[in-house]
């Protein structure tokens, strides 16, 4: 870190306008916890009567705040609830420590909110194994609480960057039964991503009113097709989270309403493409589709494959279009495969069929094709109805230069 | 391809002197399959009685030649066997001028010497996807077969190299009873390096007299823990072949000789290391070694998690002693783990201990161990005796370099 990172070619062309939330106030602050002249903690406060859903990483080295946001998902919500999280230090693999500082934190939270210890959510991102310095933090709570305000979702999209080039939100207005509710989520994340939940940070409000039973259920679907469809390393955080906070300040009950979730899915899986466009050191976003697997399973199994190779990724980087490594990867996959029954194409060019190149096939197109920004390689096994979609970036010289040094 | 690479920092000092195996003559050729100016073709002649066993890439797309190998596996051996091998060109993916081009090659070599089509083994190696112009390799055959002699092993190893920058060769004479048994063996292999089997080509000669089946399950029992410990990249080849021919020359039967199969382990996993040292843009070698792990199956798959980790690999390039990368690669790999009971060690220095940084570790030390080429990672999950130890290298700009324009 230290040195300022050029912005992501594949960046949107600017932070979108997403709606603010009836019952959320967000503040920001520069607490110095490890990068200077930037904020680095935003804090969220939720109305009472929010629901809150949780979707966590995996691993079975997850930090301290990730475990403390587990246990209270699913709390009473009479009181509200707050969110705090910083950037700069990831609190993770800090042992006893790492309790002490979320202790803290969500002590003092509370003490300058009135949100109950069991309703405040924290969150660090950033260098793992390094004592998190919460006296920072905690002394910023007295200015952060007062300065809570609506709004302010780009302030808090930045406040959570690490290596990320550019903040990354969305948001929609929409009307169920003529009554308009407002989705506003923010997201941070550009390395160390890899499908095993969200392997980043993602924060989304809304106003709209709903069970917190039902949020969590529709939050953890939504989630298998969006943040867990995306990899940029393969690697996976300690720290992932994702939550969504439900004010239902706008009155509106949305339990049943499949067109809140068809713009919850549209607003997570935004988030997921604008954390991909940001992986780190990425020139081209790639989709990667798979069909005609034997099963689903399968078809993301392949696609999970071609998507984290190494040689696949790095053809994409020098533009080649080597097919013969989609072909590697989809045989090393373990995933079902039939060589002579399999179909690949870049786009709408049909490269190969039936177990070798397509006749009508030139190198020329495809390695004018391999010039485009955002690329789509669609493989059909020829073997039944399985489908899957994911979406990565390339593996190039950008992505070791910030990982070599990341600490220096 | 086309532009010389660099010899691997990593590479040994010499080329080794594997004895002259009785009952193996070799040869090889320039015959411009695709390389100019080197020879890329190479025959070995196997006395009649050579017992050959073999192990193959478990990928679902496998190559023409490795299908056909595997169908004559086991075969009878009155009339000795022949290999023939060419570099430049994989066969793999070809449809079905793949099977004609390996037609046309086991008869024109069976023509040339005497041996049985059914005793012809193939393989080829280099780029996928392209038809593999075999004529140029028949038209070679009968120099190739009058140049048939004793030794030439360092030969052998140079006309089968791609993106290799060294000739990798082992051997050794071991006594057997006050008997002589000799053992030399070769290998080529830098990228699409991963275990599934092999991932690379590998002959081993020896004048040991052995059973087929006895030799088939000690070459499967050696693979698992020398070839199959080693990764680059995850990546796994479609041509992958390992084949042993055992002619016996010597008049010793190793069958149940504990000696044999040691000195076949040791030159085994020294050509397996060898491959690593030649990894694609390879600055380290590193050993991965974990215990205390539920099962041998969880210790592998930590240890494979960690080599394979983009994030792990690129800080060893850095020599950024970034330990924290090593618990995030624990985290991830869906093997048992306990955050709190890790131990973390490079070399002899305590990293990490009881869920965090030990006492007594000092950035300075870890930093000072990063800048040796060859790095032990020794992980103790404290959860039972499980133990698995792998092999790999660092992700460097190399790595990029060489595969972002392998076809250009």
């Known amino acids: 870190m230290g040195k300022a990172l050029a912005v992501s070619p594949l960046a949107p062309a600017s932070f979108p306008e997403p709606p603010a939330i009836g019952g959320v106030e967000i503040a920001t602050v520069a607490a110095g916890v490890k990068y200077q002249g930037r904020t680095d903690v ?7 009567g929010t629901a809150i859903a949780g979707v966590f990483t995996r691993s079975a080295t997850r930090s301290a705040p990730v475990l403390d946001c587990q246990e209270k998902i699913g709390g ?7 969110i705090v999280v910083n950037s700069g230090n990831s609190n993770a693999f800090t042992g006893g420590r790492g309790v002490e500082s ?3 934190i969500t002590q ?21 194994g390094e004592p998190l310095p919460h006296d920072r933090i905690v002394a910023k709570l007295g200015e952060l609480s007062e300065s809570l305000a609506p709004g302010q979702i780009e302030d808090a999209a930045r406040a959570i960057m690490t290596t990320d080039t550019f ?5 929609r207005t ?7 509710v407002g989705i506003a989520g923010i997201a941070k994340g550009s390395g160390m991503i890899a499908p095993d939940m969200a392997t980043m940070l993602v924060y989304i409000f809304t106003d ?11 939050l953890a679907r939504l989630t298998d097709k969006t943040f867990n469809c995306i990899t940029v390393d393969s690697d996976t955080s300690t720290s992932d989270t994702l939550l969504c906070a439900a004010t239902g300040a706008s009155g509106v009950t949305v339990d049943d309403a499949p067109e809140f979730e068809t713009a919850l899915h549209d607003i997570m899986l935004d988030l997921a493409h604008q954390v991909v466009r940001d992986g780190e050191g990425a020139t081209k976003f790639v989709e990667v589709a798979v069909s005609g697997a034997a099963t689903d399973e399968d078809a993301r199994t392949h696609a999970l494959s071609i998507a984290n190779s190494p040689l696949v990724k790095t053809a994409l980087a020098g533009e080649d279009p080597n097919w013969g490594r989609i072909v590697m990867a989809i045989g090393k996959s373990g995933a079902a495969a039939d060589r002579d029954r399999l179909t690949i194409r870049f786009g709408d060019i049909l ?3 039936n177990g070798w190149v397509a006749p009508s096939y030139s190198e020329e197109a495809g390695a004018d094709y391999m010039t485009n920004a955002e690329l789509v390689i669609a493989v059909d096994l020829g073997l039944g109805t399985g489908s899957a979609t994911v979406w990565t970036c390339d593996l190039t010289h950008g992505y070791i230069s910030i990982n070599a040094d990341y600490r220096s």
């Open 174 to 180: 929409l009307s169920i039964d003529g009554q308009k």
């Open 208 to 218: 709209a009113a709903i069970a917190q039973p039902a949020l969590q259920a529709m």
């Open 42 to 48: 935003m804090l969220a406060r939720l109305a009472p």
């Open 108 to 128: 003092a939270v509370a003490k300058a909110t009135g949100v109950p210890v069991a309703r405040v959510f924290t969150a660090s991102t950033g260098v793992i």
């Open 351 to 353: 490269v190969a069929e």
């Open 102 to 104: 979320v202790q803290a």
């Open 167 to 171: 903040p990354k939100g969305a948001g």
């Open 76 to 82: 009473a919500t009479d009181e509200g609830a707050a």
